[in-house]
């Protein structure tokens, strides 16, 4: 067992790890901080609920470095868009951070923290699975369209919606109000500051479904905006006595690992199948936030850990599969243009 002096409890290390590399890997994955599943976990290992979110701020920053050097090397971040989402974001993790020591201070920081994280994942989960099996019931328009993912009818009204400046983004081709990236910003700031989490489990599906950004930008941009908006996190949770250094610490060392395995794996995976994985990962933690209202702490971290290792499980084989097939392609191209090579050196 760990004894972490600043939350005066004891837990395992070995827990810690595993659950840094899952959810790095997912982070990696989904375009998450993944503390949706690590706040409320930490609480289930016995940390004090302000302890639990400041203490998975600091982890979140750290992690969402790796994973964000590797969407830049993949061309999944879009930069301009980032920088305004994670510098707005600064404006509502303080005011998130501002409520979380009001409610500590009268008692109800836990159960009020619990209540919101259920009905916004209950929430984007259960949008999400329906949004997919309204995708794949129509074949005809999968293979029309080569399994291109749609823009939402939001996406549309938001991108034309004319409220200068207007800021393009290169990568994806979109034009976009500022004053829609601000007011983005700052709500998913709140919801990082208040829930202590990156808030990609909500600024992902807007990026998707408000900006009309492909996943897998949506994914890396979203993480260049937790690097941003987290740094500031960190801090005022730091000042505030509020983060347990040593588990961060323990936790980052497993999600170093994991982040860039998860980043590398959207490569091979389709933006609608990686949307449906995400809606999973958010209601079975919303499952566990539920056991753990009423006392089932045991319960509540056998989930959390158990879904989040067999989610990790699937995306690495999600992974595994898709490069194993790139290269079987990459090898009939080659074998393909030998014969023919062959042929022309034969005719000289």
């Known amino acids: 067992m760990l004894h972490l002096p600043i939350a005066d409890t004891y837990t395992s290390a070995w827990a810690l790890l595993l659950l840094g590399f899952t959810v790095g890997v997912l982070g990696g994955f989904f375009g998450i901080g993944g503390a949706f599943m690590v706040t409320p976990a930490l609480n289930i290992f016995g940390f004090p609920m302000a302890y639990a979110v400041g203490t998975d701020i600091a982890h979140i920053f750290g992690k969402s470095i790796v994973s964000t050097f590797k969407h830049a090397v993949l061309r999944h971040v879009c930069w301009i868009y980032g920088i305004v989402i994670g510098l707005t974001g600064m404006i509502g993790v303080s005011l998130g951070k501002q409520l979380i020591m009001y409610l500590e201070r009268i008692g109800q920081v836990g159960p009020v923290v619990r209540l919101v994280y259920i009905l916004l994942l209950?929430?984007?989960?259960?949008?999400?699975?329906?949004?997919?099996?309204?995708?794949?019931?129509?074949?005809?328009?999968?293979?029309?369209?080569?399994?291109?993912?749609?823009?939402s009818r939001l996406a549309v009204f938001f991108q034309r919606l004319r409220l200068w400046p207007m800021i393009p983004s290169p990568l994806t081709g979109i034009r976009m109000s500022f004053w829609v990236l601000v007011a983005l910003g700052?709500?998913?700031?709140?919801?990082?500051?208040?829930?202590?989490?990156?808030?990609?489990?909500?600024?992902?599906?807007?990026?998707?479904?408000?900006?009309?950004?492909?996943?897998?930008?949506?994914?890396?941009?979203?993480?260049?905006?937790?690097?941003?908006?987290?740094?500031?996190?960190?801090?005022?949770y730091a000042t505030a006595g509020r983060v347990e250094l040593m588990a961060a610490c323990v936790m980052l060392l497993g999600a170093a690992v994991g982040a860039q395995l998860g980043a590398l794996a959207t490569a091979f995976v389709q933006?609608?199948?990686?949307?449906?994985?995400?809606?999973?990962?958010?209601?079975?933690?919303?499952?566990?936030?539920?056991?753990?209202?009423?006392?089932?702490?045991?319960?509540?971290?056998?989930?959390m850990l158990g879904s989040a290792t067999a989610l990790t499980a699937i995306v690495l084989a999600l992974f595994i599969s898709g490069y194993l097939a790139r290269r079987r392609v990459l090898a009939a191209a080659r074998a393909a243009m030998v014969p023919e090579t062959a042929g022309e050196s034969a005719g000289r």
Request: aromatic residues 14%; charged residues 15%; contains cysteine.
């Open 122 to 151: 209950v929430s984007i989960g259960s949008y999400m699975v329906w949004e997919y099996l309204r995708w794949s019931r129509n074949r005809d328009r999968q293979d029309a369209a080569c399994h291109r993912e749609e823009t």
């Open 186 to 236: 700052v709500f998913t700031g709140w919801v990082s500051g208040f829930l202590g989490v990156g808030g990609g489990f909500v600024r992902v599906p807007m990026m998707v479904y408000l900006l009309g950004f492909p996943t897998v930008v949506a994914v890396g941009t979203d993480l260049f905006a937790i690097v941003i908006s987290n740094s500031w996190g960190a801090y005022t």
């Open 271 to 303: 933006g609608m199948r990686i949307r449906l994985l995400f809606a999973v990962t958010v209601l079975l933690a919303a499952v566990g936030v539920i056991l753990k209202q009423y006392n089932l702490s045991l319960a509540a971290g056998v989930l």
